[in-house]
């Protein structure tokens, strides 16, 4: 099993950054696809990033409307997954969810819902003005 434990979520004017963080303990030494959720008000759970936990290239995948404004990034020794959040926009107003799923990742960001992961944080509200 992993635990997830996020930190860094806030408010934030339209057009700022915020840096999100999750910290993951337990089955880490597995490989995982690692990946961040958000979920606004009335709306589904969807994927924004996802990046390998094995992966030495910093390879990741974002949902087309973040592509560009957001970086994931895992570092595999202090096994904290980040979120560096550029540009945000009011639309962006969600509680942001860390999660992992075992194996590799296998889809692109927007592509993964929540039932295809295993193991999640609680989340962390970002709130853009």
């Known amino acids: 099993h992993v635990q997830l434990v996020e930190s860094g979520g806030g408010s934030v004017q339209a057009g700022g950054s915020l840096r999100l963080s999750c910290e993951a303990s337990?089955?880490?030494?597995?490989?995982?696809?690692m990946g961040w959720f958000r979920q606004g008000p009335a709306k589904e759970r969807e994927g924004v990033a996802v990046t390998d936990s094995m992966s030495t290239s910093g390879r990741a995948s974002y949902t087309p409307s973040v592509d560009g404004r957001f970086t994931v990034s895992y570092d595999n020794v202090k096994n904290i997954l980040s979120l560096e959040m550029g540009n945000l926009k009011p639309e962006g107003t969600s509680t942001y969810y860390c999660?992992?799923?075992?194996?590799?990742?296998?889809?692109?960001?927007?592509?993964?819902?929540?039932?295809?992961?295993?193991?999640w944080g609680r989340g962390t509200q970002v709130t853009v003005s």
């Open positions: 999660a992992a799923r075992r194996g590799p990742c296998t889809l692109r960001a927007a592509n993964y819902v929540q039932s295809g992961f295993d193991y």
């Open positions: 337990g089955a880490t030494y597995n490989r995982h696809c």
